[in-house]
């Protein structure tokens, strides 16, 4: 069954980490270059003082850029999630959401830097946002990507 942007922004919603987290992913677009996820704060969200729980809004941001970034590049890389940072900045309550966007221009930008099997580290921000636009934290991500080493062998 191939994997399209509905089903997995359903199934990301519905894994139990996220279901559990409080974590909704809304929306993949069809063209893998943009995503948009939720954090419903609530009971079981929340840290001691009523807010959004820090880890909570860092498990809302782990894995987009790189699934982005992967399925933009295809079977022939190999891409995963290394570090995130993330700088809190204003209580999170209600719900936050998450703006990933991966541009196919980066995309080729890293295709080119990792021709040849060359190991490339790329840094992606985004940042959380309540419901009344501000924004409750700045977040990084660094994404690994390597030409997968069977095709770079074909190409020798």
């Known amino acids: 069954m191939r994997v399209t942007p509905r089903r997995l922004a359903i199934g990301m919603s519905l894994w139990i980490p996220n279901l559990f987290s409080g974590i909704r ?7 893998w270059t943009h995503a948009t996820v939720e954090l419903h704060v609530n009971v079981l969200t929340r ?7 820090g880890g909570s809004m860092s498990a809302m941001t782990d894995p987009y850029f790189f699934m982005l ?5 295809g079977r022939d890389y190999v891409v995963w999630d290394t570090r995130g ?25 890293i295709r ?7 190991k490339v580290l790329e840094w992606f ?3 959380i946002t309540d419901r009344e636009g ?12 390597r030409e997968k080493k069977r095709v770079t062998a074909t190409r020798s």
Not at 47 to 53: G, I, P, Q
Not at 69 to 73: A, P, T
């Open 112 to 118: 080119e830097r990792a021709r040849g099997g060359a």
């Open 47 to 53: 840290n001691y003082v009523k807010t959004a729980f």
């Open 125 to 127: 921000e985004t940042v």
């Open 85 to 109: 940072e993330i700088e809190f900045l204003k209580p999170g309550r209600g719900v936050l959401t998450a703006e990933f966007e991966v541009s196919p221009e980066k995309v080729a930008e």
């Open 25 to 31: 992913i809304r929306r993949f677009s069809d063209d």
């Open 134 to 145: 501000d924004v409750v934290a700045k977040v990084r991500r660094e994404v690994y990507i």
């Open 69 to 73: 970034v992967m399925h933009q590049l």
